[in-house]
């Protein structure tokens, strides 16, 4: 089955310790997102990358960090720098056609992290 | 300034009635793109149903439609024949032409609907 999936769904760690969430997906897509989703709000774009060793800042970056080292993988790291890392972390991934609007962005099942 | 609005915070519709969500969107791109997400209490998001700017047919899918009125930049989703299984967030966005280049998505912050028998 194509998809993406996110390990692990719930995560806790200790405050002042890095964290790296993973994201996966097999379905061939160019480019991938992470979000951020706090109770009550919306998404924001924390960083996302179109090609393979390349990513860009979104809204939210300060306090994280990504790599892309493959095109199946993009996993993200919650620094100690990041202030309030508790939240919901969603991943996507998407074709990666830049001259497409319905370039339609796919979710993957999230991982909730909390900091203790 | 916020670039999705989605004024209503919860619902609560009845099983096989029709429910609409609304949604509002700042732009002064002509070129856009509307999605409309579901998040049920998985926390996944689940890919609905878009709309381009220059779409002249309200887009569907299933029982999903939406009510692209672009004079008055909104976009609302409207279920057909609510089942159960529609309880969840709602969440609309906008992705817009920056230059030569679509920007990113864009969200609201979502609206609660539950569905009850």
């Known amino acids: 089955d194509g998809g993406i999936t996110q390990s692990p769904k719930y995560l806790f760690r200790k405050e002042g310790q890095n964290v790296t969430l993973s994201c996966e997906q097999n379905?061939?897509?160019?480019?991938m997102y992470w979000y951020r989703q706090d109770p009550g709000q919306g998404l924001r774009l924390i960083y996302y990358?179109?090609?393979?060793?390349?990513?860009q800042k979104g809204d939210i970056a300060e306090g994280y960090s990504v790599s892309r080292e493959k095109k199946e993988s993009f996993p993200l790291t919650v620094t100690s720098a990041q202030k309030n890392p508790t939240a919901f972390y969603l991943c996507?991934?998407?074709?990666?056609?830049?001259?497409?609007?319905?370039?339609?962005?796919?979710f993957g099942p999230g991982t909730r992290l909390t900091v203790l | 300034a916020q670039k999705i609005t989605q004024t209503q915070p919860g619902m609560f519709v009845q099983e096989k009635e029709a429910v609409t969500l609304d949604c509002t969107y700042d732009?002064?791109?002509?070129?856009?793109?509307l999605f409309w997400y579901k998040q049920p209490s998985s926390g996944e998001m689940i890919f609905l149903i878009y709309?381009?700017?220059?779409?002249?047919q309200n887009a569907t899918e299933g029982r999903y439609s939406l009510n692209f009125q672009k004079a008055r930049k909104s976009a609302n989703l409207v279920i057909s024949a609510s089942q159960l299984g529609d309880s969840a967030m709602y969440f609309c966005?906008?992705?817009?032409?920056?230059?030569?280049?679509?920007?990113?998505?864009?969200f609201g912050a979502g609206t609660q609907v539950v569905v009850t028998p």
């Open positions: 732009t002064s791109d002509q070129s856009y793109g």
């Open positions: 996507a991934s998407s074709i990666g056609s830049g001259d497409d609007f319905t370039d339609t962005q796919y």
């Open positions: 379905l061939n897509h160019d480019a």
């Open positions: 990358s179109q090609i393979v060793n390349d990513f």
């Open positions: 966005a906008m992705r817009e032409l920056l230059g030569d280049s679509w920007g990113k998505l864009q």
């Open positions: 709309q381009g700017s220059y779409d002249e």
